[in-house]
């Protein structure tokens, strides 16, 4: 059977197209938009005007592309910036009526749970790991072992979210490094307190750019997860810390989405690596859209 998964993201709205057959995903086509739902109204709890029109256009372009593919059934996600918009009725009704699919609007857990089960397809969990998604509205850590999940959560403190909660220097200055470090802290309390781990496993996303930064190429069309060498890892993450928008803007493995927000993802990841002291990182580009997928 072929179906198609939509994450509608708060910066990314996302699509895979996969033949289903026996629990085992082959992948047909995939795309990605910059929408920025978020943008101007998350921390508001609003879709903004310019945000809601972005967000048809691109649900517009991803309906053809699935009826060029003869997808059978079309399972569109909501996530963080919908869940907390009071107006996602409005949206979710006008892509019914527009574009014949229906929206989910999923709570935190619920996506941290999707996350699992699209990580556990591309990865073997030998010793007991951390995952983190780093979302625009809200971040998911699950720690889990060969046995499955151990304890998960999902917090409001995605880096769209951040950006427009602060006012930040380009580039960063260490007070607004400070400032997100704390932040993160105080959202997420005594999470850590029993998360026993050196291992970290990054859901796709911003981890897709620290990759193709690291290796210089696009992140391979495969469902197998990749370690990095931790050395080169905090290298990069320390090289994306420190650039200016400038920089960025140039780069040739930093895509479009990524160019203003990626600081604030790469201060989020290292401050996570410091709170497990982590020695190995694994990338998986799997995440929220195969778990969705295989439920």
């Known amino acids: 059977m072929i179906i198609a998964a939509i ?13 289903l057959a026996n629990r085992k995903l082959t992948l047909l086509h995939q795309e ?7 943008m101007g109204g998350i921390n508001l709890g609003t879709i903004t005007d310019d945000a809601f029109k972005r967000a048809m256009d691109c649900l517009g372009r991803f309906k053809l592309s699935c009826e060029k593919y003869g997808v059978h059934e079309i399972r569109a996600i909501g996530t963080s910036a919908i869940r907390d918009a009071k107006n996602a009725n409005e949206l979710i009704q006008k892509v019914k009526e527009q574009y014949q699919f229906d929206i989910s609007i999923i709570d935190g857990i619920q996506e941290a749970n999707y996350i699992y089960k699209g990580i556990a397809y591309a990865h073997v969990f030998s010793v007991p790991s951390l995952i983190i998604d780093i979302g625009g509205g809200s971040t998911e850590l699950i720690f889990a072992d060969q046995n499955g999940i151990i304890a998960l959560n999902s917090f409001n403190m995605g880096i769209s979210r951040i950006y427009q909660l602060f006012d930040l220097s380009d580039p960063l200055s260490i007070d607004d490094i400070q400032k997100i470090e704390r932040y993160l802290d105080e959202n997420t309390g005594d999470f850590f307190k029993n998360i026993k781990t050196d291992v970290l496993i990054g859901a796709a996303g911003s981890f897709d750019t620290f990759y193709e930064m690291i290796k210089k190429s696009k992140y391979p069309v495969t469902y197998e997860s990749v370690e990095i060498p931790m050395q080169q890892f905090k290298q990069i993450i320390e090289e994306v810390i420190n650039s200016s928008f400038e920089q960025r803007n140039v780069h040739p493995h930093i895509i479009e989405i990524r160019k203003r927000l990626a600081p604030i993802a790469a201060v989020k990841t290292r401050w996570i690596l410091e709170k497990i002291n982590a020695t190995k990182i694994i990338f998986s580009p799997c995440s929220l859209k195969e778990g969705v997928l295989l439920s």
């Open 7 to 19: 994450d509608l993201g708060t910066n990314t709205f996302s699509l895979s197209i996969c033949n």
């Open 32 to 38: 990605k938009e910059g929408v920025q739902l978020g």
